[in-house]
């Protein structure tokens, strides 16, 4: 098994940054990529971003492009998310997620993935 922590979020203005962090422990061998997805009320999970754990490869949906960094410390098993220029239709619950196996893996499917953190809230006021 493995365990996820998110950290960092919080309330911004427009505009501002934050930076968000997921930590994995227990069973982190098995991780081979790890994603954020973000949930807004009355709407589904939406994949944000994706990191390979080995490679290094990321991947974005279009509407964080430019603004949005994901990396990862592989020593400390964690996770980052930077978050720039952030707006209003950024605010959601921000989850982490882990997936095992690249070969089933398709970074934008929540399904994908094995592991799943509490979710953390980003508020992004206008």
């Known amino acids: 098994q493995v365990q996820l922590v998110e950290s960092g979020g919080g309330l911004v203005q427009a505009e501002g940054s934050l930076r968000l962090s997921c930590t994995a422990s227990?069973?982190?061998?098995?991780?081979?990529?790890m994603g954020w997805f973000r949930q807004a009320p009355g709407k589904e999970r939406e994949f944000v971003t994706a990191i390979t754990w080995s490679g290094g490869s990321t991947y974005y949906t279009d509407s964080v492009k430019g603004r949005f960094t994901i990396s990862r410390d592989n020593d400390k098993n964690t996770v980052h998310l930077q978050m720039n220029s952030l707006k209003p239709e950024d605010t959601a619950v921000y989850y982490c997620?882990?997936?095992?196996?690249?070969?089933?893996?398709?970074?934008?499917?929540?399904?994908?993935?094995?592991?799943w953190g509490q979710g953390t809230q980003v508020t992004v006021s206008s």
């Open positions: 227990g069973r982190t061998f098995s991780m081979n990529a």
């Open positions: 997620a882990a997936a095992r196996s690249l070969l089933r893996w398709r970074y934008g499917t929540p399904n994908t993935y094995d592991y």
